[in-house]
């Protein structure tokens, strides 16, 4: 199973878009792509996991903490329904999806197969390691030239991940902004057919 979790304002259609990109390398796989619980004020059909009011490292940290539970409940039933264990589940985020799937992930009692970070952060690069209860493989792709989350976000999300024991591997895609590229989608088939 794969759970692609959108950005800020958009919603789940946007990401279940990528999905023939993978789907002939991952042929029995489940992908699910959720709206975000919250509508998204000025984004008409837009979904978030929690208010951008500010990007500071506590807000972000207290949206992302307000959001677990009613993802992981959603990670829960979509386990069930379909039968499978957490190591039978990847993570695709894009954004603020990214964030919420670098937090909530590592937090489950057991070990997803791994994480892809498409242009996002940690959104509690605070919290004490003691917090993490697993450490999954984790992909990172990020635009060099994002106007929305900077590159320096990927570097700093890297470095803290694997000073707390996590196997991460980066991409930098040159001239890509706040987007995904053919490479990223390439990248993340790689990963998901290792993972999986």
Not at 66 to 77: R, T
Request: proline share 9%; charged share 15%; hydrophobic share 40%.
């Amino acid at each position: 199973m794969v759970i692609l979790l959108h950005g800020y304002g958009s919603s789940g259609e946007d990401l279940i878009g990528l999905v023939p990109y993978w789907r002939s390398a991952l042929p029995d796989t489940v992908f699910l792509s959720p709206n975000a619980p919250q509508p998204c004020p000025g984004a008409p059909g837009g979904f978030q996991w929690w208010p951008l009011t500010s990007l500071s490292p506590q807000a972000r940290a207290t949206g992302v903490r307000e959001a677990a539970p009613a993802l992981n409940s959603y990670i829960d039933h979509q386990l069930a329904q379909h039968g499978l264990a957490e190591d039978e589940l990847a993570l695709v985020g894009f954004s603020q999806g990214t964030m919420a799937a670098l937090h909530i992930g590592p937090r489950r009692e057991r070990q997803l197969a791994g994480i892809v970070g498409y242009s996002g952060m940690l959104a509690d690069p605070g919290s004490p390691a003691s917090d993490l209860l697993t450490r999954p493989p984790v992909l990172l792709v990020h635009g060099d030239v994002d106007p929305t989350i900077p590159l320096s976000a990927l570097h700093q999300t890297k470095a803290s991940l694997e000073s707390a024991g996590f196997d991460v591997t980066a991409h930098i895609s040159p001239g890509l902004g706040h987007s995904i590229d053919q490479t990223g989608l390439q990248l993340c088939e790689r990963f998901l057919r290792q993972v999986l």
